[in-house]
């Protein structure tokens, strides 16, 4: 029987070093994030909509200490995904 994986858990935010910009919005706990930089990705299909679903992702962490460093768009901007460092 294999074991379910929560995709949101720090642990797994850890291993990937990515988190859905959602995941973020709703308050997941990343102040145990052993790495120094983290990609923040939006599900969303409409480039305004993930744009700003990112940048308020962007804002919540910098109240941590996180600071934006670059946005940029894959798949035909199907996938837009910040880079973000712990200042």
């Known amino acids: 029987m294999t074991a379910l994986v929560d995709h949101n858990s720090p642990q797994e935010i850890a291993r990937r ?4 910009a959602d ?3 709703d ?4 102040d145990g994030y052993p ?3 983290l990609g923040v990705f939006s599900k ?5 909509a993930g744009i700003t679903e990112i940048l ?11 600071e934006l460093v670059q946005v940029g768009e894959f798949g ?3 996938l837009l995904c910040a880079v973000l460092r712990r200042a």
């Open 17 to 20: 070093r990515t988190v859905a």
């Open 23 to 25: 995941v973020v919005l």
């Open 27 to 30: 308050g997941v706990d990343l």
């Open 35 to 37: 790495h120094r930089h």
């Open 44 to 48: 969303q299909r409409f480039a305004h």
């Open 56 to 66: 308020a992702a962007a804002d919540v962490l910098a109240r941590s200490g996180w």
């Open 76 to 78: 035909k901007g199907t």
